[in-house]
């Protein structure tokens, strides 16, 4: 059965507004995650590093002010595209470590029109 | 700089018949490897892990090799299955208190009834 959950899987919203994916990892608690994105054809590329209680650790180029990420729990991380513009359509997957292993969410499909 | 790599964007094998994806790492730091499938629009899917202490590591129908002095590694699948299809991912950690996936760019697998 399915380890982390993402929510939602397909999200439309109006260029200009915010949208909100959770990550929740499931039947263990999870004090890493890891926000992945996705573009046609290419493989998948790290924004950020959640980590429970502390602040994100975002790589190179990603803007920490537009893909915002809360771990308020062992069990939940959120990733929130701020004033979403059509380039931020994309795939977004989440990550959790659990022992030595890595488990993906479902990802979820963001449409900016 | 691609520290991962998967030289082949896709493979087609019959049904049945042995599927070897390969994958070769230029950082000597890494010192976990992990296979993991995709398909369209969903997230990644793991299947096989192996340290570096390990040269094999079979689960079923999937073996993985590691062959540390040439930085290479392979993902055998046999027999092959239509429903092995998707893309295969070849991703490396380096371990410790940083578990930040490097992925290759996977590999198209088809496998013809």
């Known amino acids: 059965g399915a380890v982390v959950s993402q929510h939602p899987s397909w999200v439309i919203c109006k260029s200009g507004t915010s949208v909100k994916i959770e990550c929740r990892s499931l039947d263990f608690q999870a004090t890493t995650m890891f926000w992945y994105r996705q573009f046609p054809k290419q493989s998948l590329m790290l924004m950020a590093t959640s980590n429970e209680g502390s602040k994100a650790t975002y790589e190179q180029g990603v803007e920490k002010d537009k893909f915002l990420i809360n771990h308020a729990s062992l069990t939940l991380s959120t990733l929130t595209v701020t004033s979403a513009h059509p380039e931020d359509s994309s795939f977004y997957i989440c990550?959790?470590?659990?022992?030595?292993?890595?488990?993906f969410g479902e990802g979820s499909w963001l449409t900016v029109v | 700089d691609q520290q991962v790599k998967q030289n082949s964007p896709s493979l087609s094998v019959q049904e049945g018949r042995i599927s070897i994806l390969n994958c070769d790492y230029t950082n000597s730091m890494f010192d976990y490897f992990l296979w993991y499938k995709k398909y369209p629009a969903e997230g990644p899917t793991f299947l096989i892990s192996i340290s570096s202490i390990k040269d094999k590591n079979e689960d079923g129908r999937f073996t993985v090799f590691l062959n540390k002095s040439a930085k290479h590694l392979s993902l055998h699948i046999v027999p092959s299955q239509p429903g092995d299809s998707a893309v295969y991912f070849c991703a490396a950690i380096i371990g410790g208190s940083n578990y930040k996936l490097t992925f290759g760019k996977g590999t198209l697998l088809t496998v013809n009834p």
């Open positions: 990550s959790a470590l659990r022992g030595n292993t890595i488990y």
